[in-house]
């Protein structure tokens, strides 16, 4: 199915893979790539579902026109599965709270430095 909006074709894909294990997400996408004459940048791959017992998979792919759509539209946890984009780290929960709070303590510009944290000597 076509989706003119957001620049993709979408499509439920269907493995079978007897007495295989299940396909690789990079297989799977260089092998809609090739279906689809594009390249592996642009297909996302996601959802997969082993059917019990094996043998078969079924997943969702999205074909975007180029990789600048992809990046523009899909969530940011896709585009780091198919290294489209970096994870972001962000620290421990305990430390963005401890942060948080000392910030709470300090007003105007001080909260820049509470921020940064302690200098070490």
Known sequence: ????LLRRKQM?????HPGESTLK???VREKVARLYKTTPDTVIVFG?????????????ALIYDSVDFA???????????AK???KVTKGGR???KERKNRMKKVRGIKKASVGAG????
């Open 1 to 4: 199915m076509t989706n003119r």
């Open 12 to 16: 439920v894909v269907d493995i079978i």
């Open 25 to 27: 997400r990079e297989q």
């Open 48 to 60: 997969f579902k082993t059917q019990f017992g094996g043998g078969r998979t079924k997943g969702f």
């Open 71 to 81: 990046k523009k539209f899909e969530p940011k946890h896709r585009l780091v599965r």
């Open 84 to 86: 489209l984009a970096e």
């Open 94 to 96: 305990k430390q963005r």
């Open 118 to 121: 302690k200098a070490k000597k």
